[in-house]
C-alpha cells in the first residue's frame, strides 16, 4: 500500500494484480527523495512527510504499514480526515483468473516444469483437485482491501 501526502492518493494493494509494479512506479511519490534508494522488490516500511511505502516481505506481524493491508486499517491510522480527501484506488481482476494465477503461484519449480509438458487435461485435474482441498484463496481475503464494512471505499478501480 502507497499513501503519498504529496500527489494526494492512496493506493490499495490487492492479491495477484501486478500490485508490486504498481507501488514500484508510484513508490517515489510517496517516499522522501534524500533517503529513497530506488525500486525494490522486498522493502521495509517508511514513512515520512512524504508519505508511506508499505512492507513489501513475507512476515508483516510487527508492522505498521504493509501491502495488502485493510482499508479499515489505513483509515484508522491515517485519520479519517486524509483518508476522505486522498484520492483512493485500487487493481481488481476478474476472479477466475485471479484464482489460476495464485494456484500457479503456489506450484514449486518442478511443478511447473511438469505441467509445462502436459497435456491440458492433466492441469485442469490439478487445478481442480487443488480448488478443492485448499481454501486460502485470496478473493475474499481481498474484499478487506477495497471494502469497509461491505461497502467499496475507493474511488476508481482499475481493472487487471
Not at 1 to 9: C, D, E, N
Not at 39 to 48: K, V, W
Not at 53 to 59: D, L, S
Not at 109 to 137: C, G, H, N, Q, Y
Request: glycine residues 4%; aromatic residues 16%; hydrophobic residues 35%.
Amino acid at each position: 500500500m502507497l499513501i503519498s501526502h504529496k500527489r494526494r492518493f492512496i493506493y490499495l494493494k490487492t492479491i495477484k494484480t501486478a500490485g508490486t509494479s504498481i507501488e514500484i512506479y508510484f513508490e517515489q511519490e510517496c517516499a522522501d527523495p534524500s533517503i529513497y534508494n530506488g525500486p525494490r522488490h522486498l522493502i521495509d516500511e517508511t514513512c515520512s512527510e512524504w508519505g508511506v511505502v508499505g512492507y513489501r516481505g513475507q512476515n508483516v506481524s510487527g508492522k505498521q504499514w504493509f501491502n495488502h493491508m485493510p482499508a479499515h486499517e489505513i483509515r484508522e491510522i491515517l485519520g479519517r480526515k486524509a483518508w476522505d480527501s486522498y484520492f483512493k484506488f485500487c487493481v481488481v481482476r476478474n476472479p477466475f483468473d485471479k484464482l489460476v494465477s495464485y494456484w500457479w503461484m503456489t506450484l514449486d519449480e518442478p511443478k511447473r516444469t511438469f505441467f509445462a509438458a502436459v497435456e491440458f487435461p492433466e492441469i485442469s485435474r490439478e487445478f481442480k483437485k487443488w480448488l478443492m482441498s485448499d481454501d486460502s484463496f485470496p478473493v475474499k481475503k481481498d474484499r478487506a482491501t477495497y471494502t469497509i464494512d461491505g461497502t467499496v471505499c475507493v474511488d476508481y478501480r482499475l481493472r487487471y
